[in-house]
């Protein structure tokens, strides 16, 4: 399985991004495909997560009401728009490949890491 990341960058607090994650090699008949972060100076955390057979999605706290997780299935690709950006959202944003279907998403490490994008919420 392979991830690519694209979509970070710069944004203003109270703005929008859309990240989208490339996914090839999966065959979207089991576990899920999300979205961790990486803060500076912070670990790691899940942020979301779309199921592969019915496309359920989980969010975190913290980006729950402000995220929302999709997939285009014939483009193969999952997506992360961000609205309403907080500087505490600046973070490395990795897409995943886990085994869970369901929130353990957000306690089990994945098993596969995209090689990241990194999106700066500042004035």
């Known amino acids: 399985v392979q991830l690519v990341e694209s979509g970070g960058g710069w944004v203003q607090p109270e703005g929008s991004l859309k990240l989208s994650c490339e996914v090839s090699?999966?065959?979207?008949?089991?576990?899920?495909i999300g979205w961790w972060r990486e803060a500076p100076g912070k670990d790691r955390e899940a942020a979301s997560s779309?199921?592969?057979?019915?496309?359920?999605?989980y969010y975190s706290d913290s980006v729950k009401g402000r995220f929302t997780v999709s997939r285009d299935l014939d483009k193969e690709t999952v997506y992360l728009q961000m609205n309403n950006l907080k500087p505490e959202d600046t973070a490395d944003y990795y897409c995943?490949?886990?085994?869970?279907?369901?929130?353990?998403?957000?306690?089990?490490?994945?098993?596969?890491w995209g090689q990241g994008t990194q999106v700066t919420v500042s004035s």
């Open positions: 779309i199921t592969s057979v019915d496309g359920r999605t």
């Open positions: 090699g999966f065959t979207w008949d089991y576990g899920s």
């Open positions: 995943v490949e886990s085994l869970s279907n369901d929130k353990n998403f957000f306690k089990r490490d994945p098993l596969t």
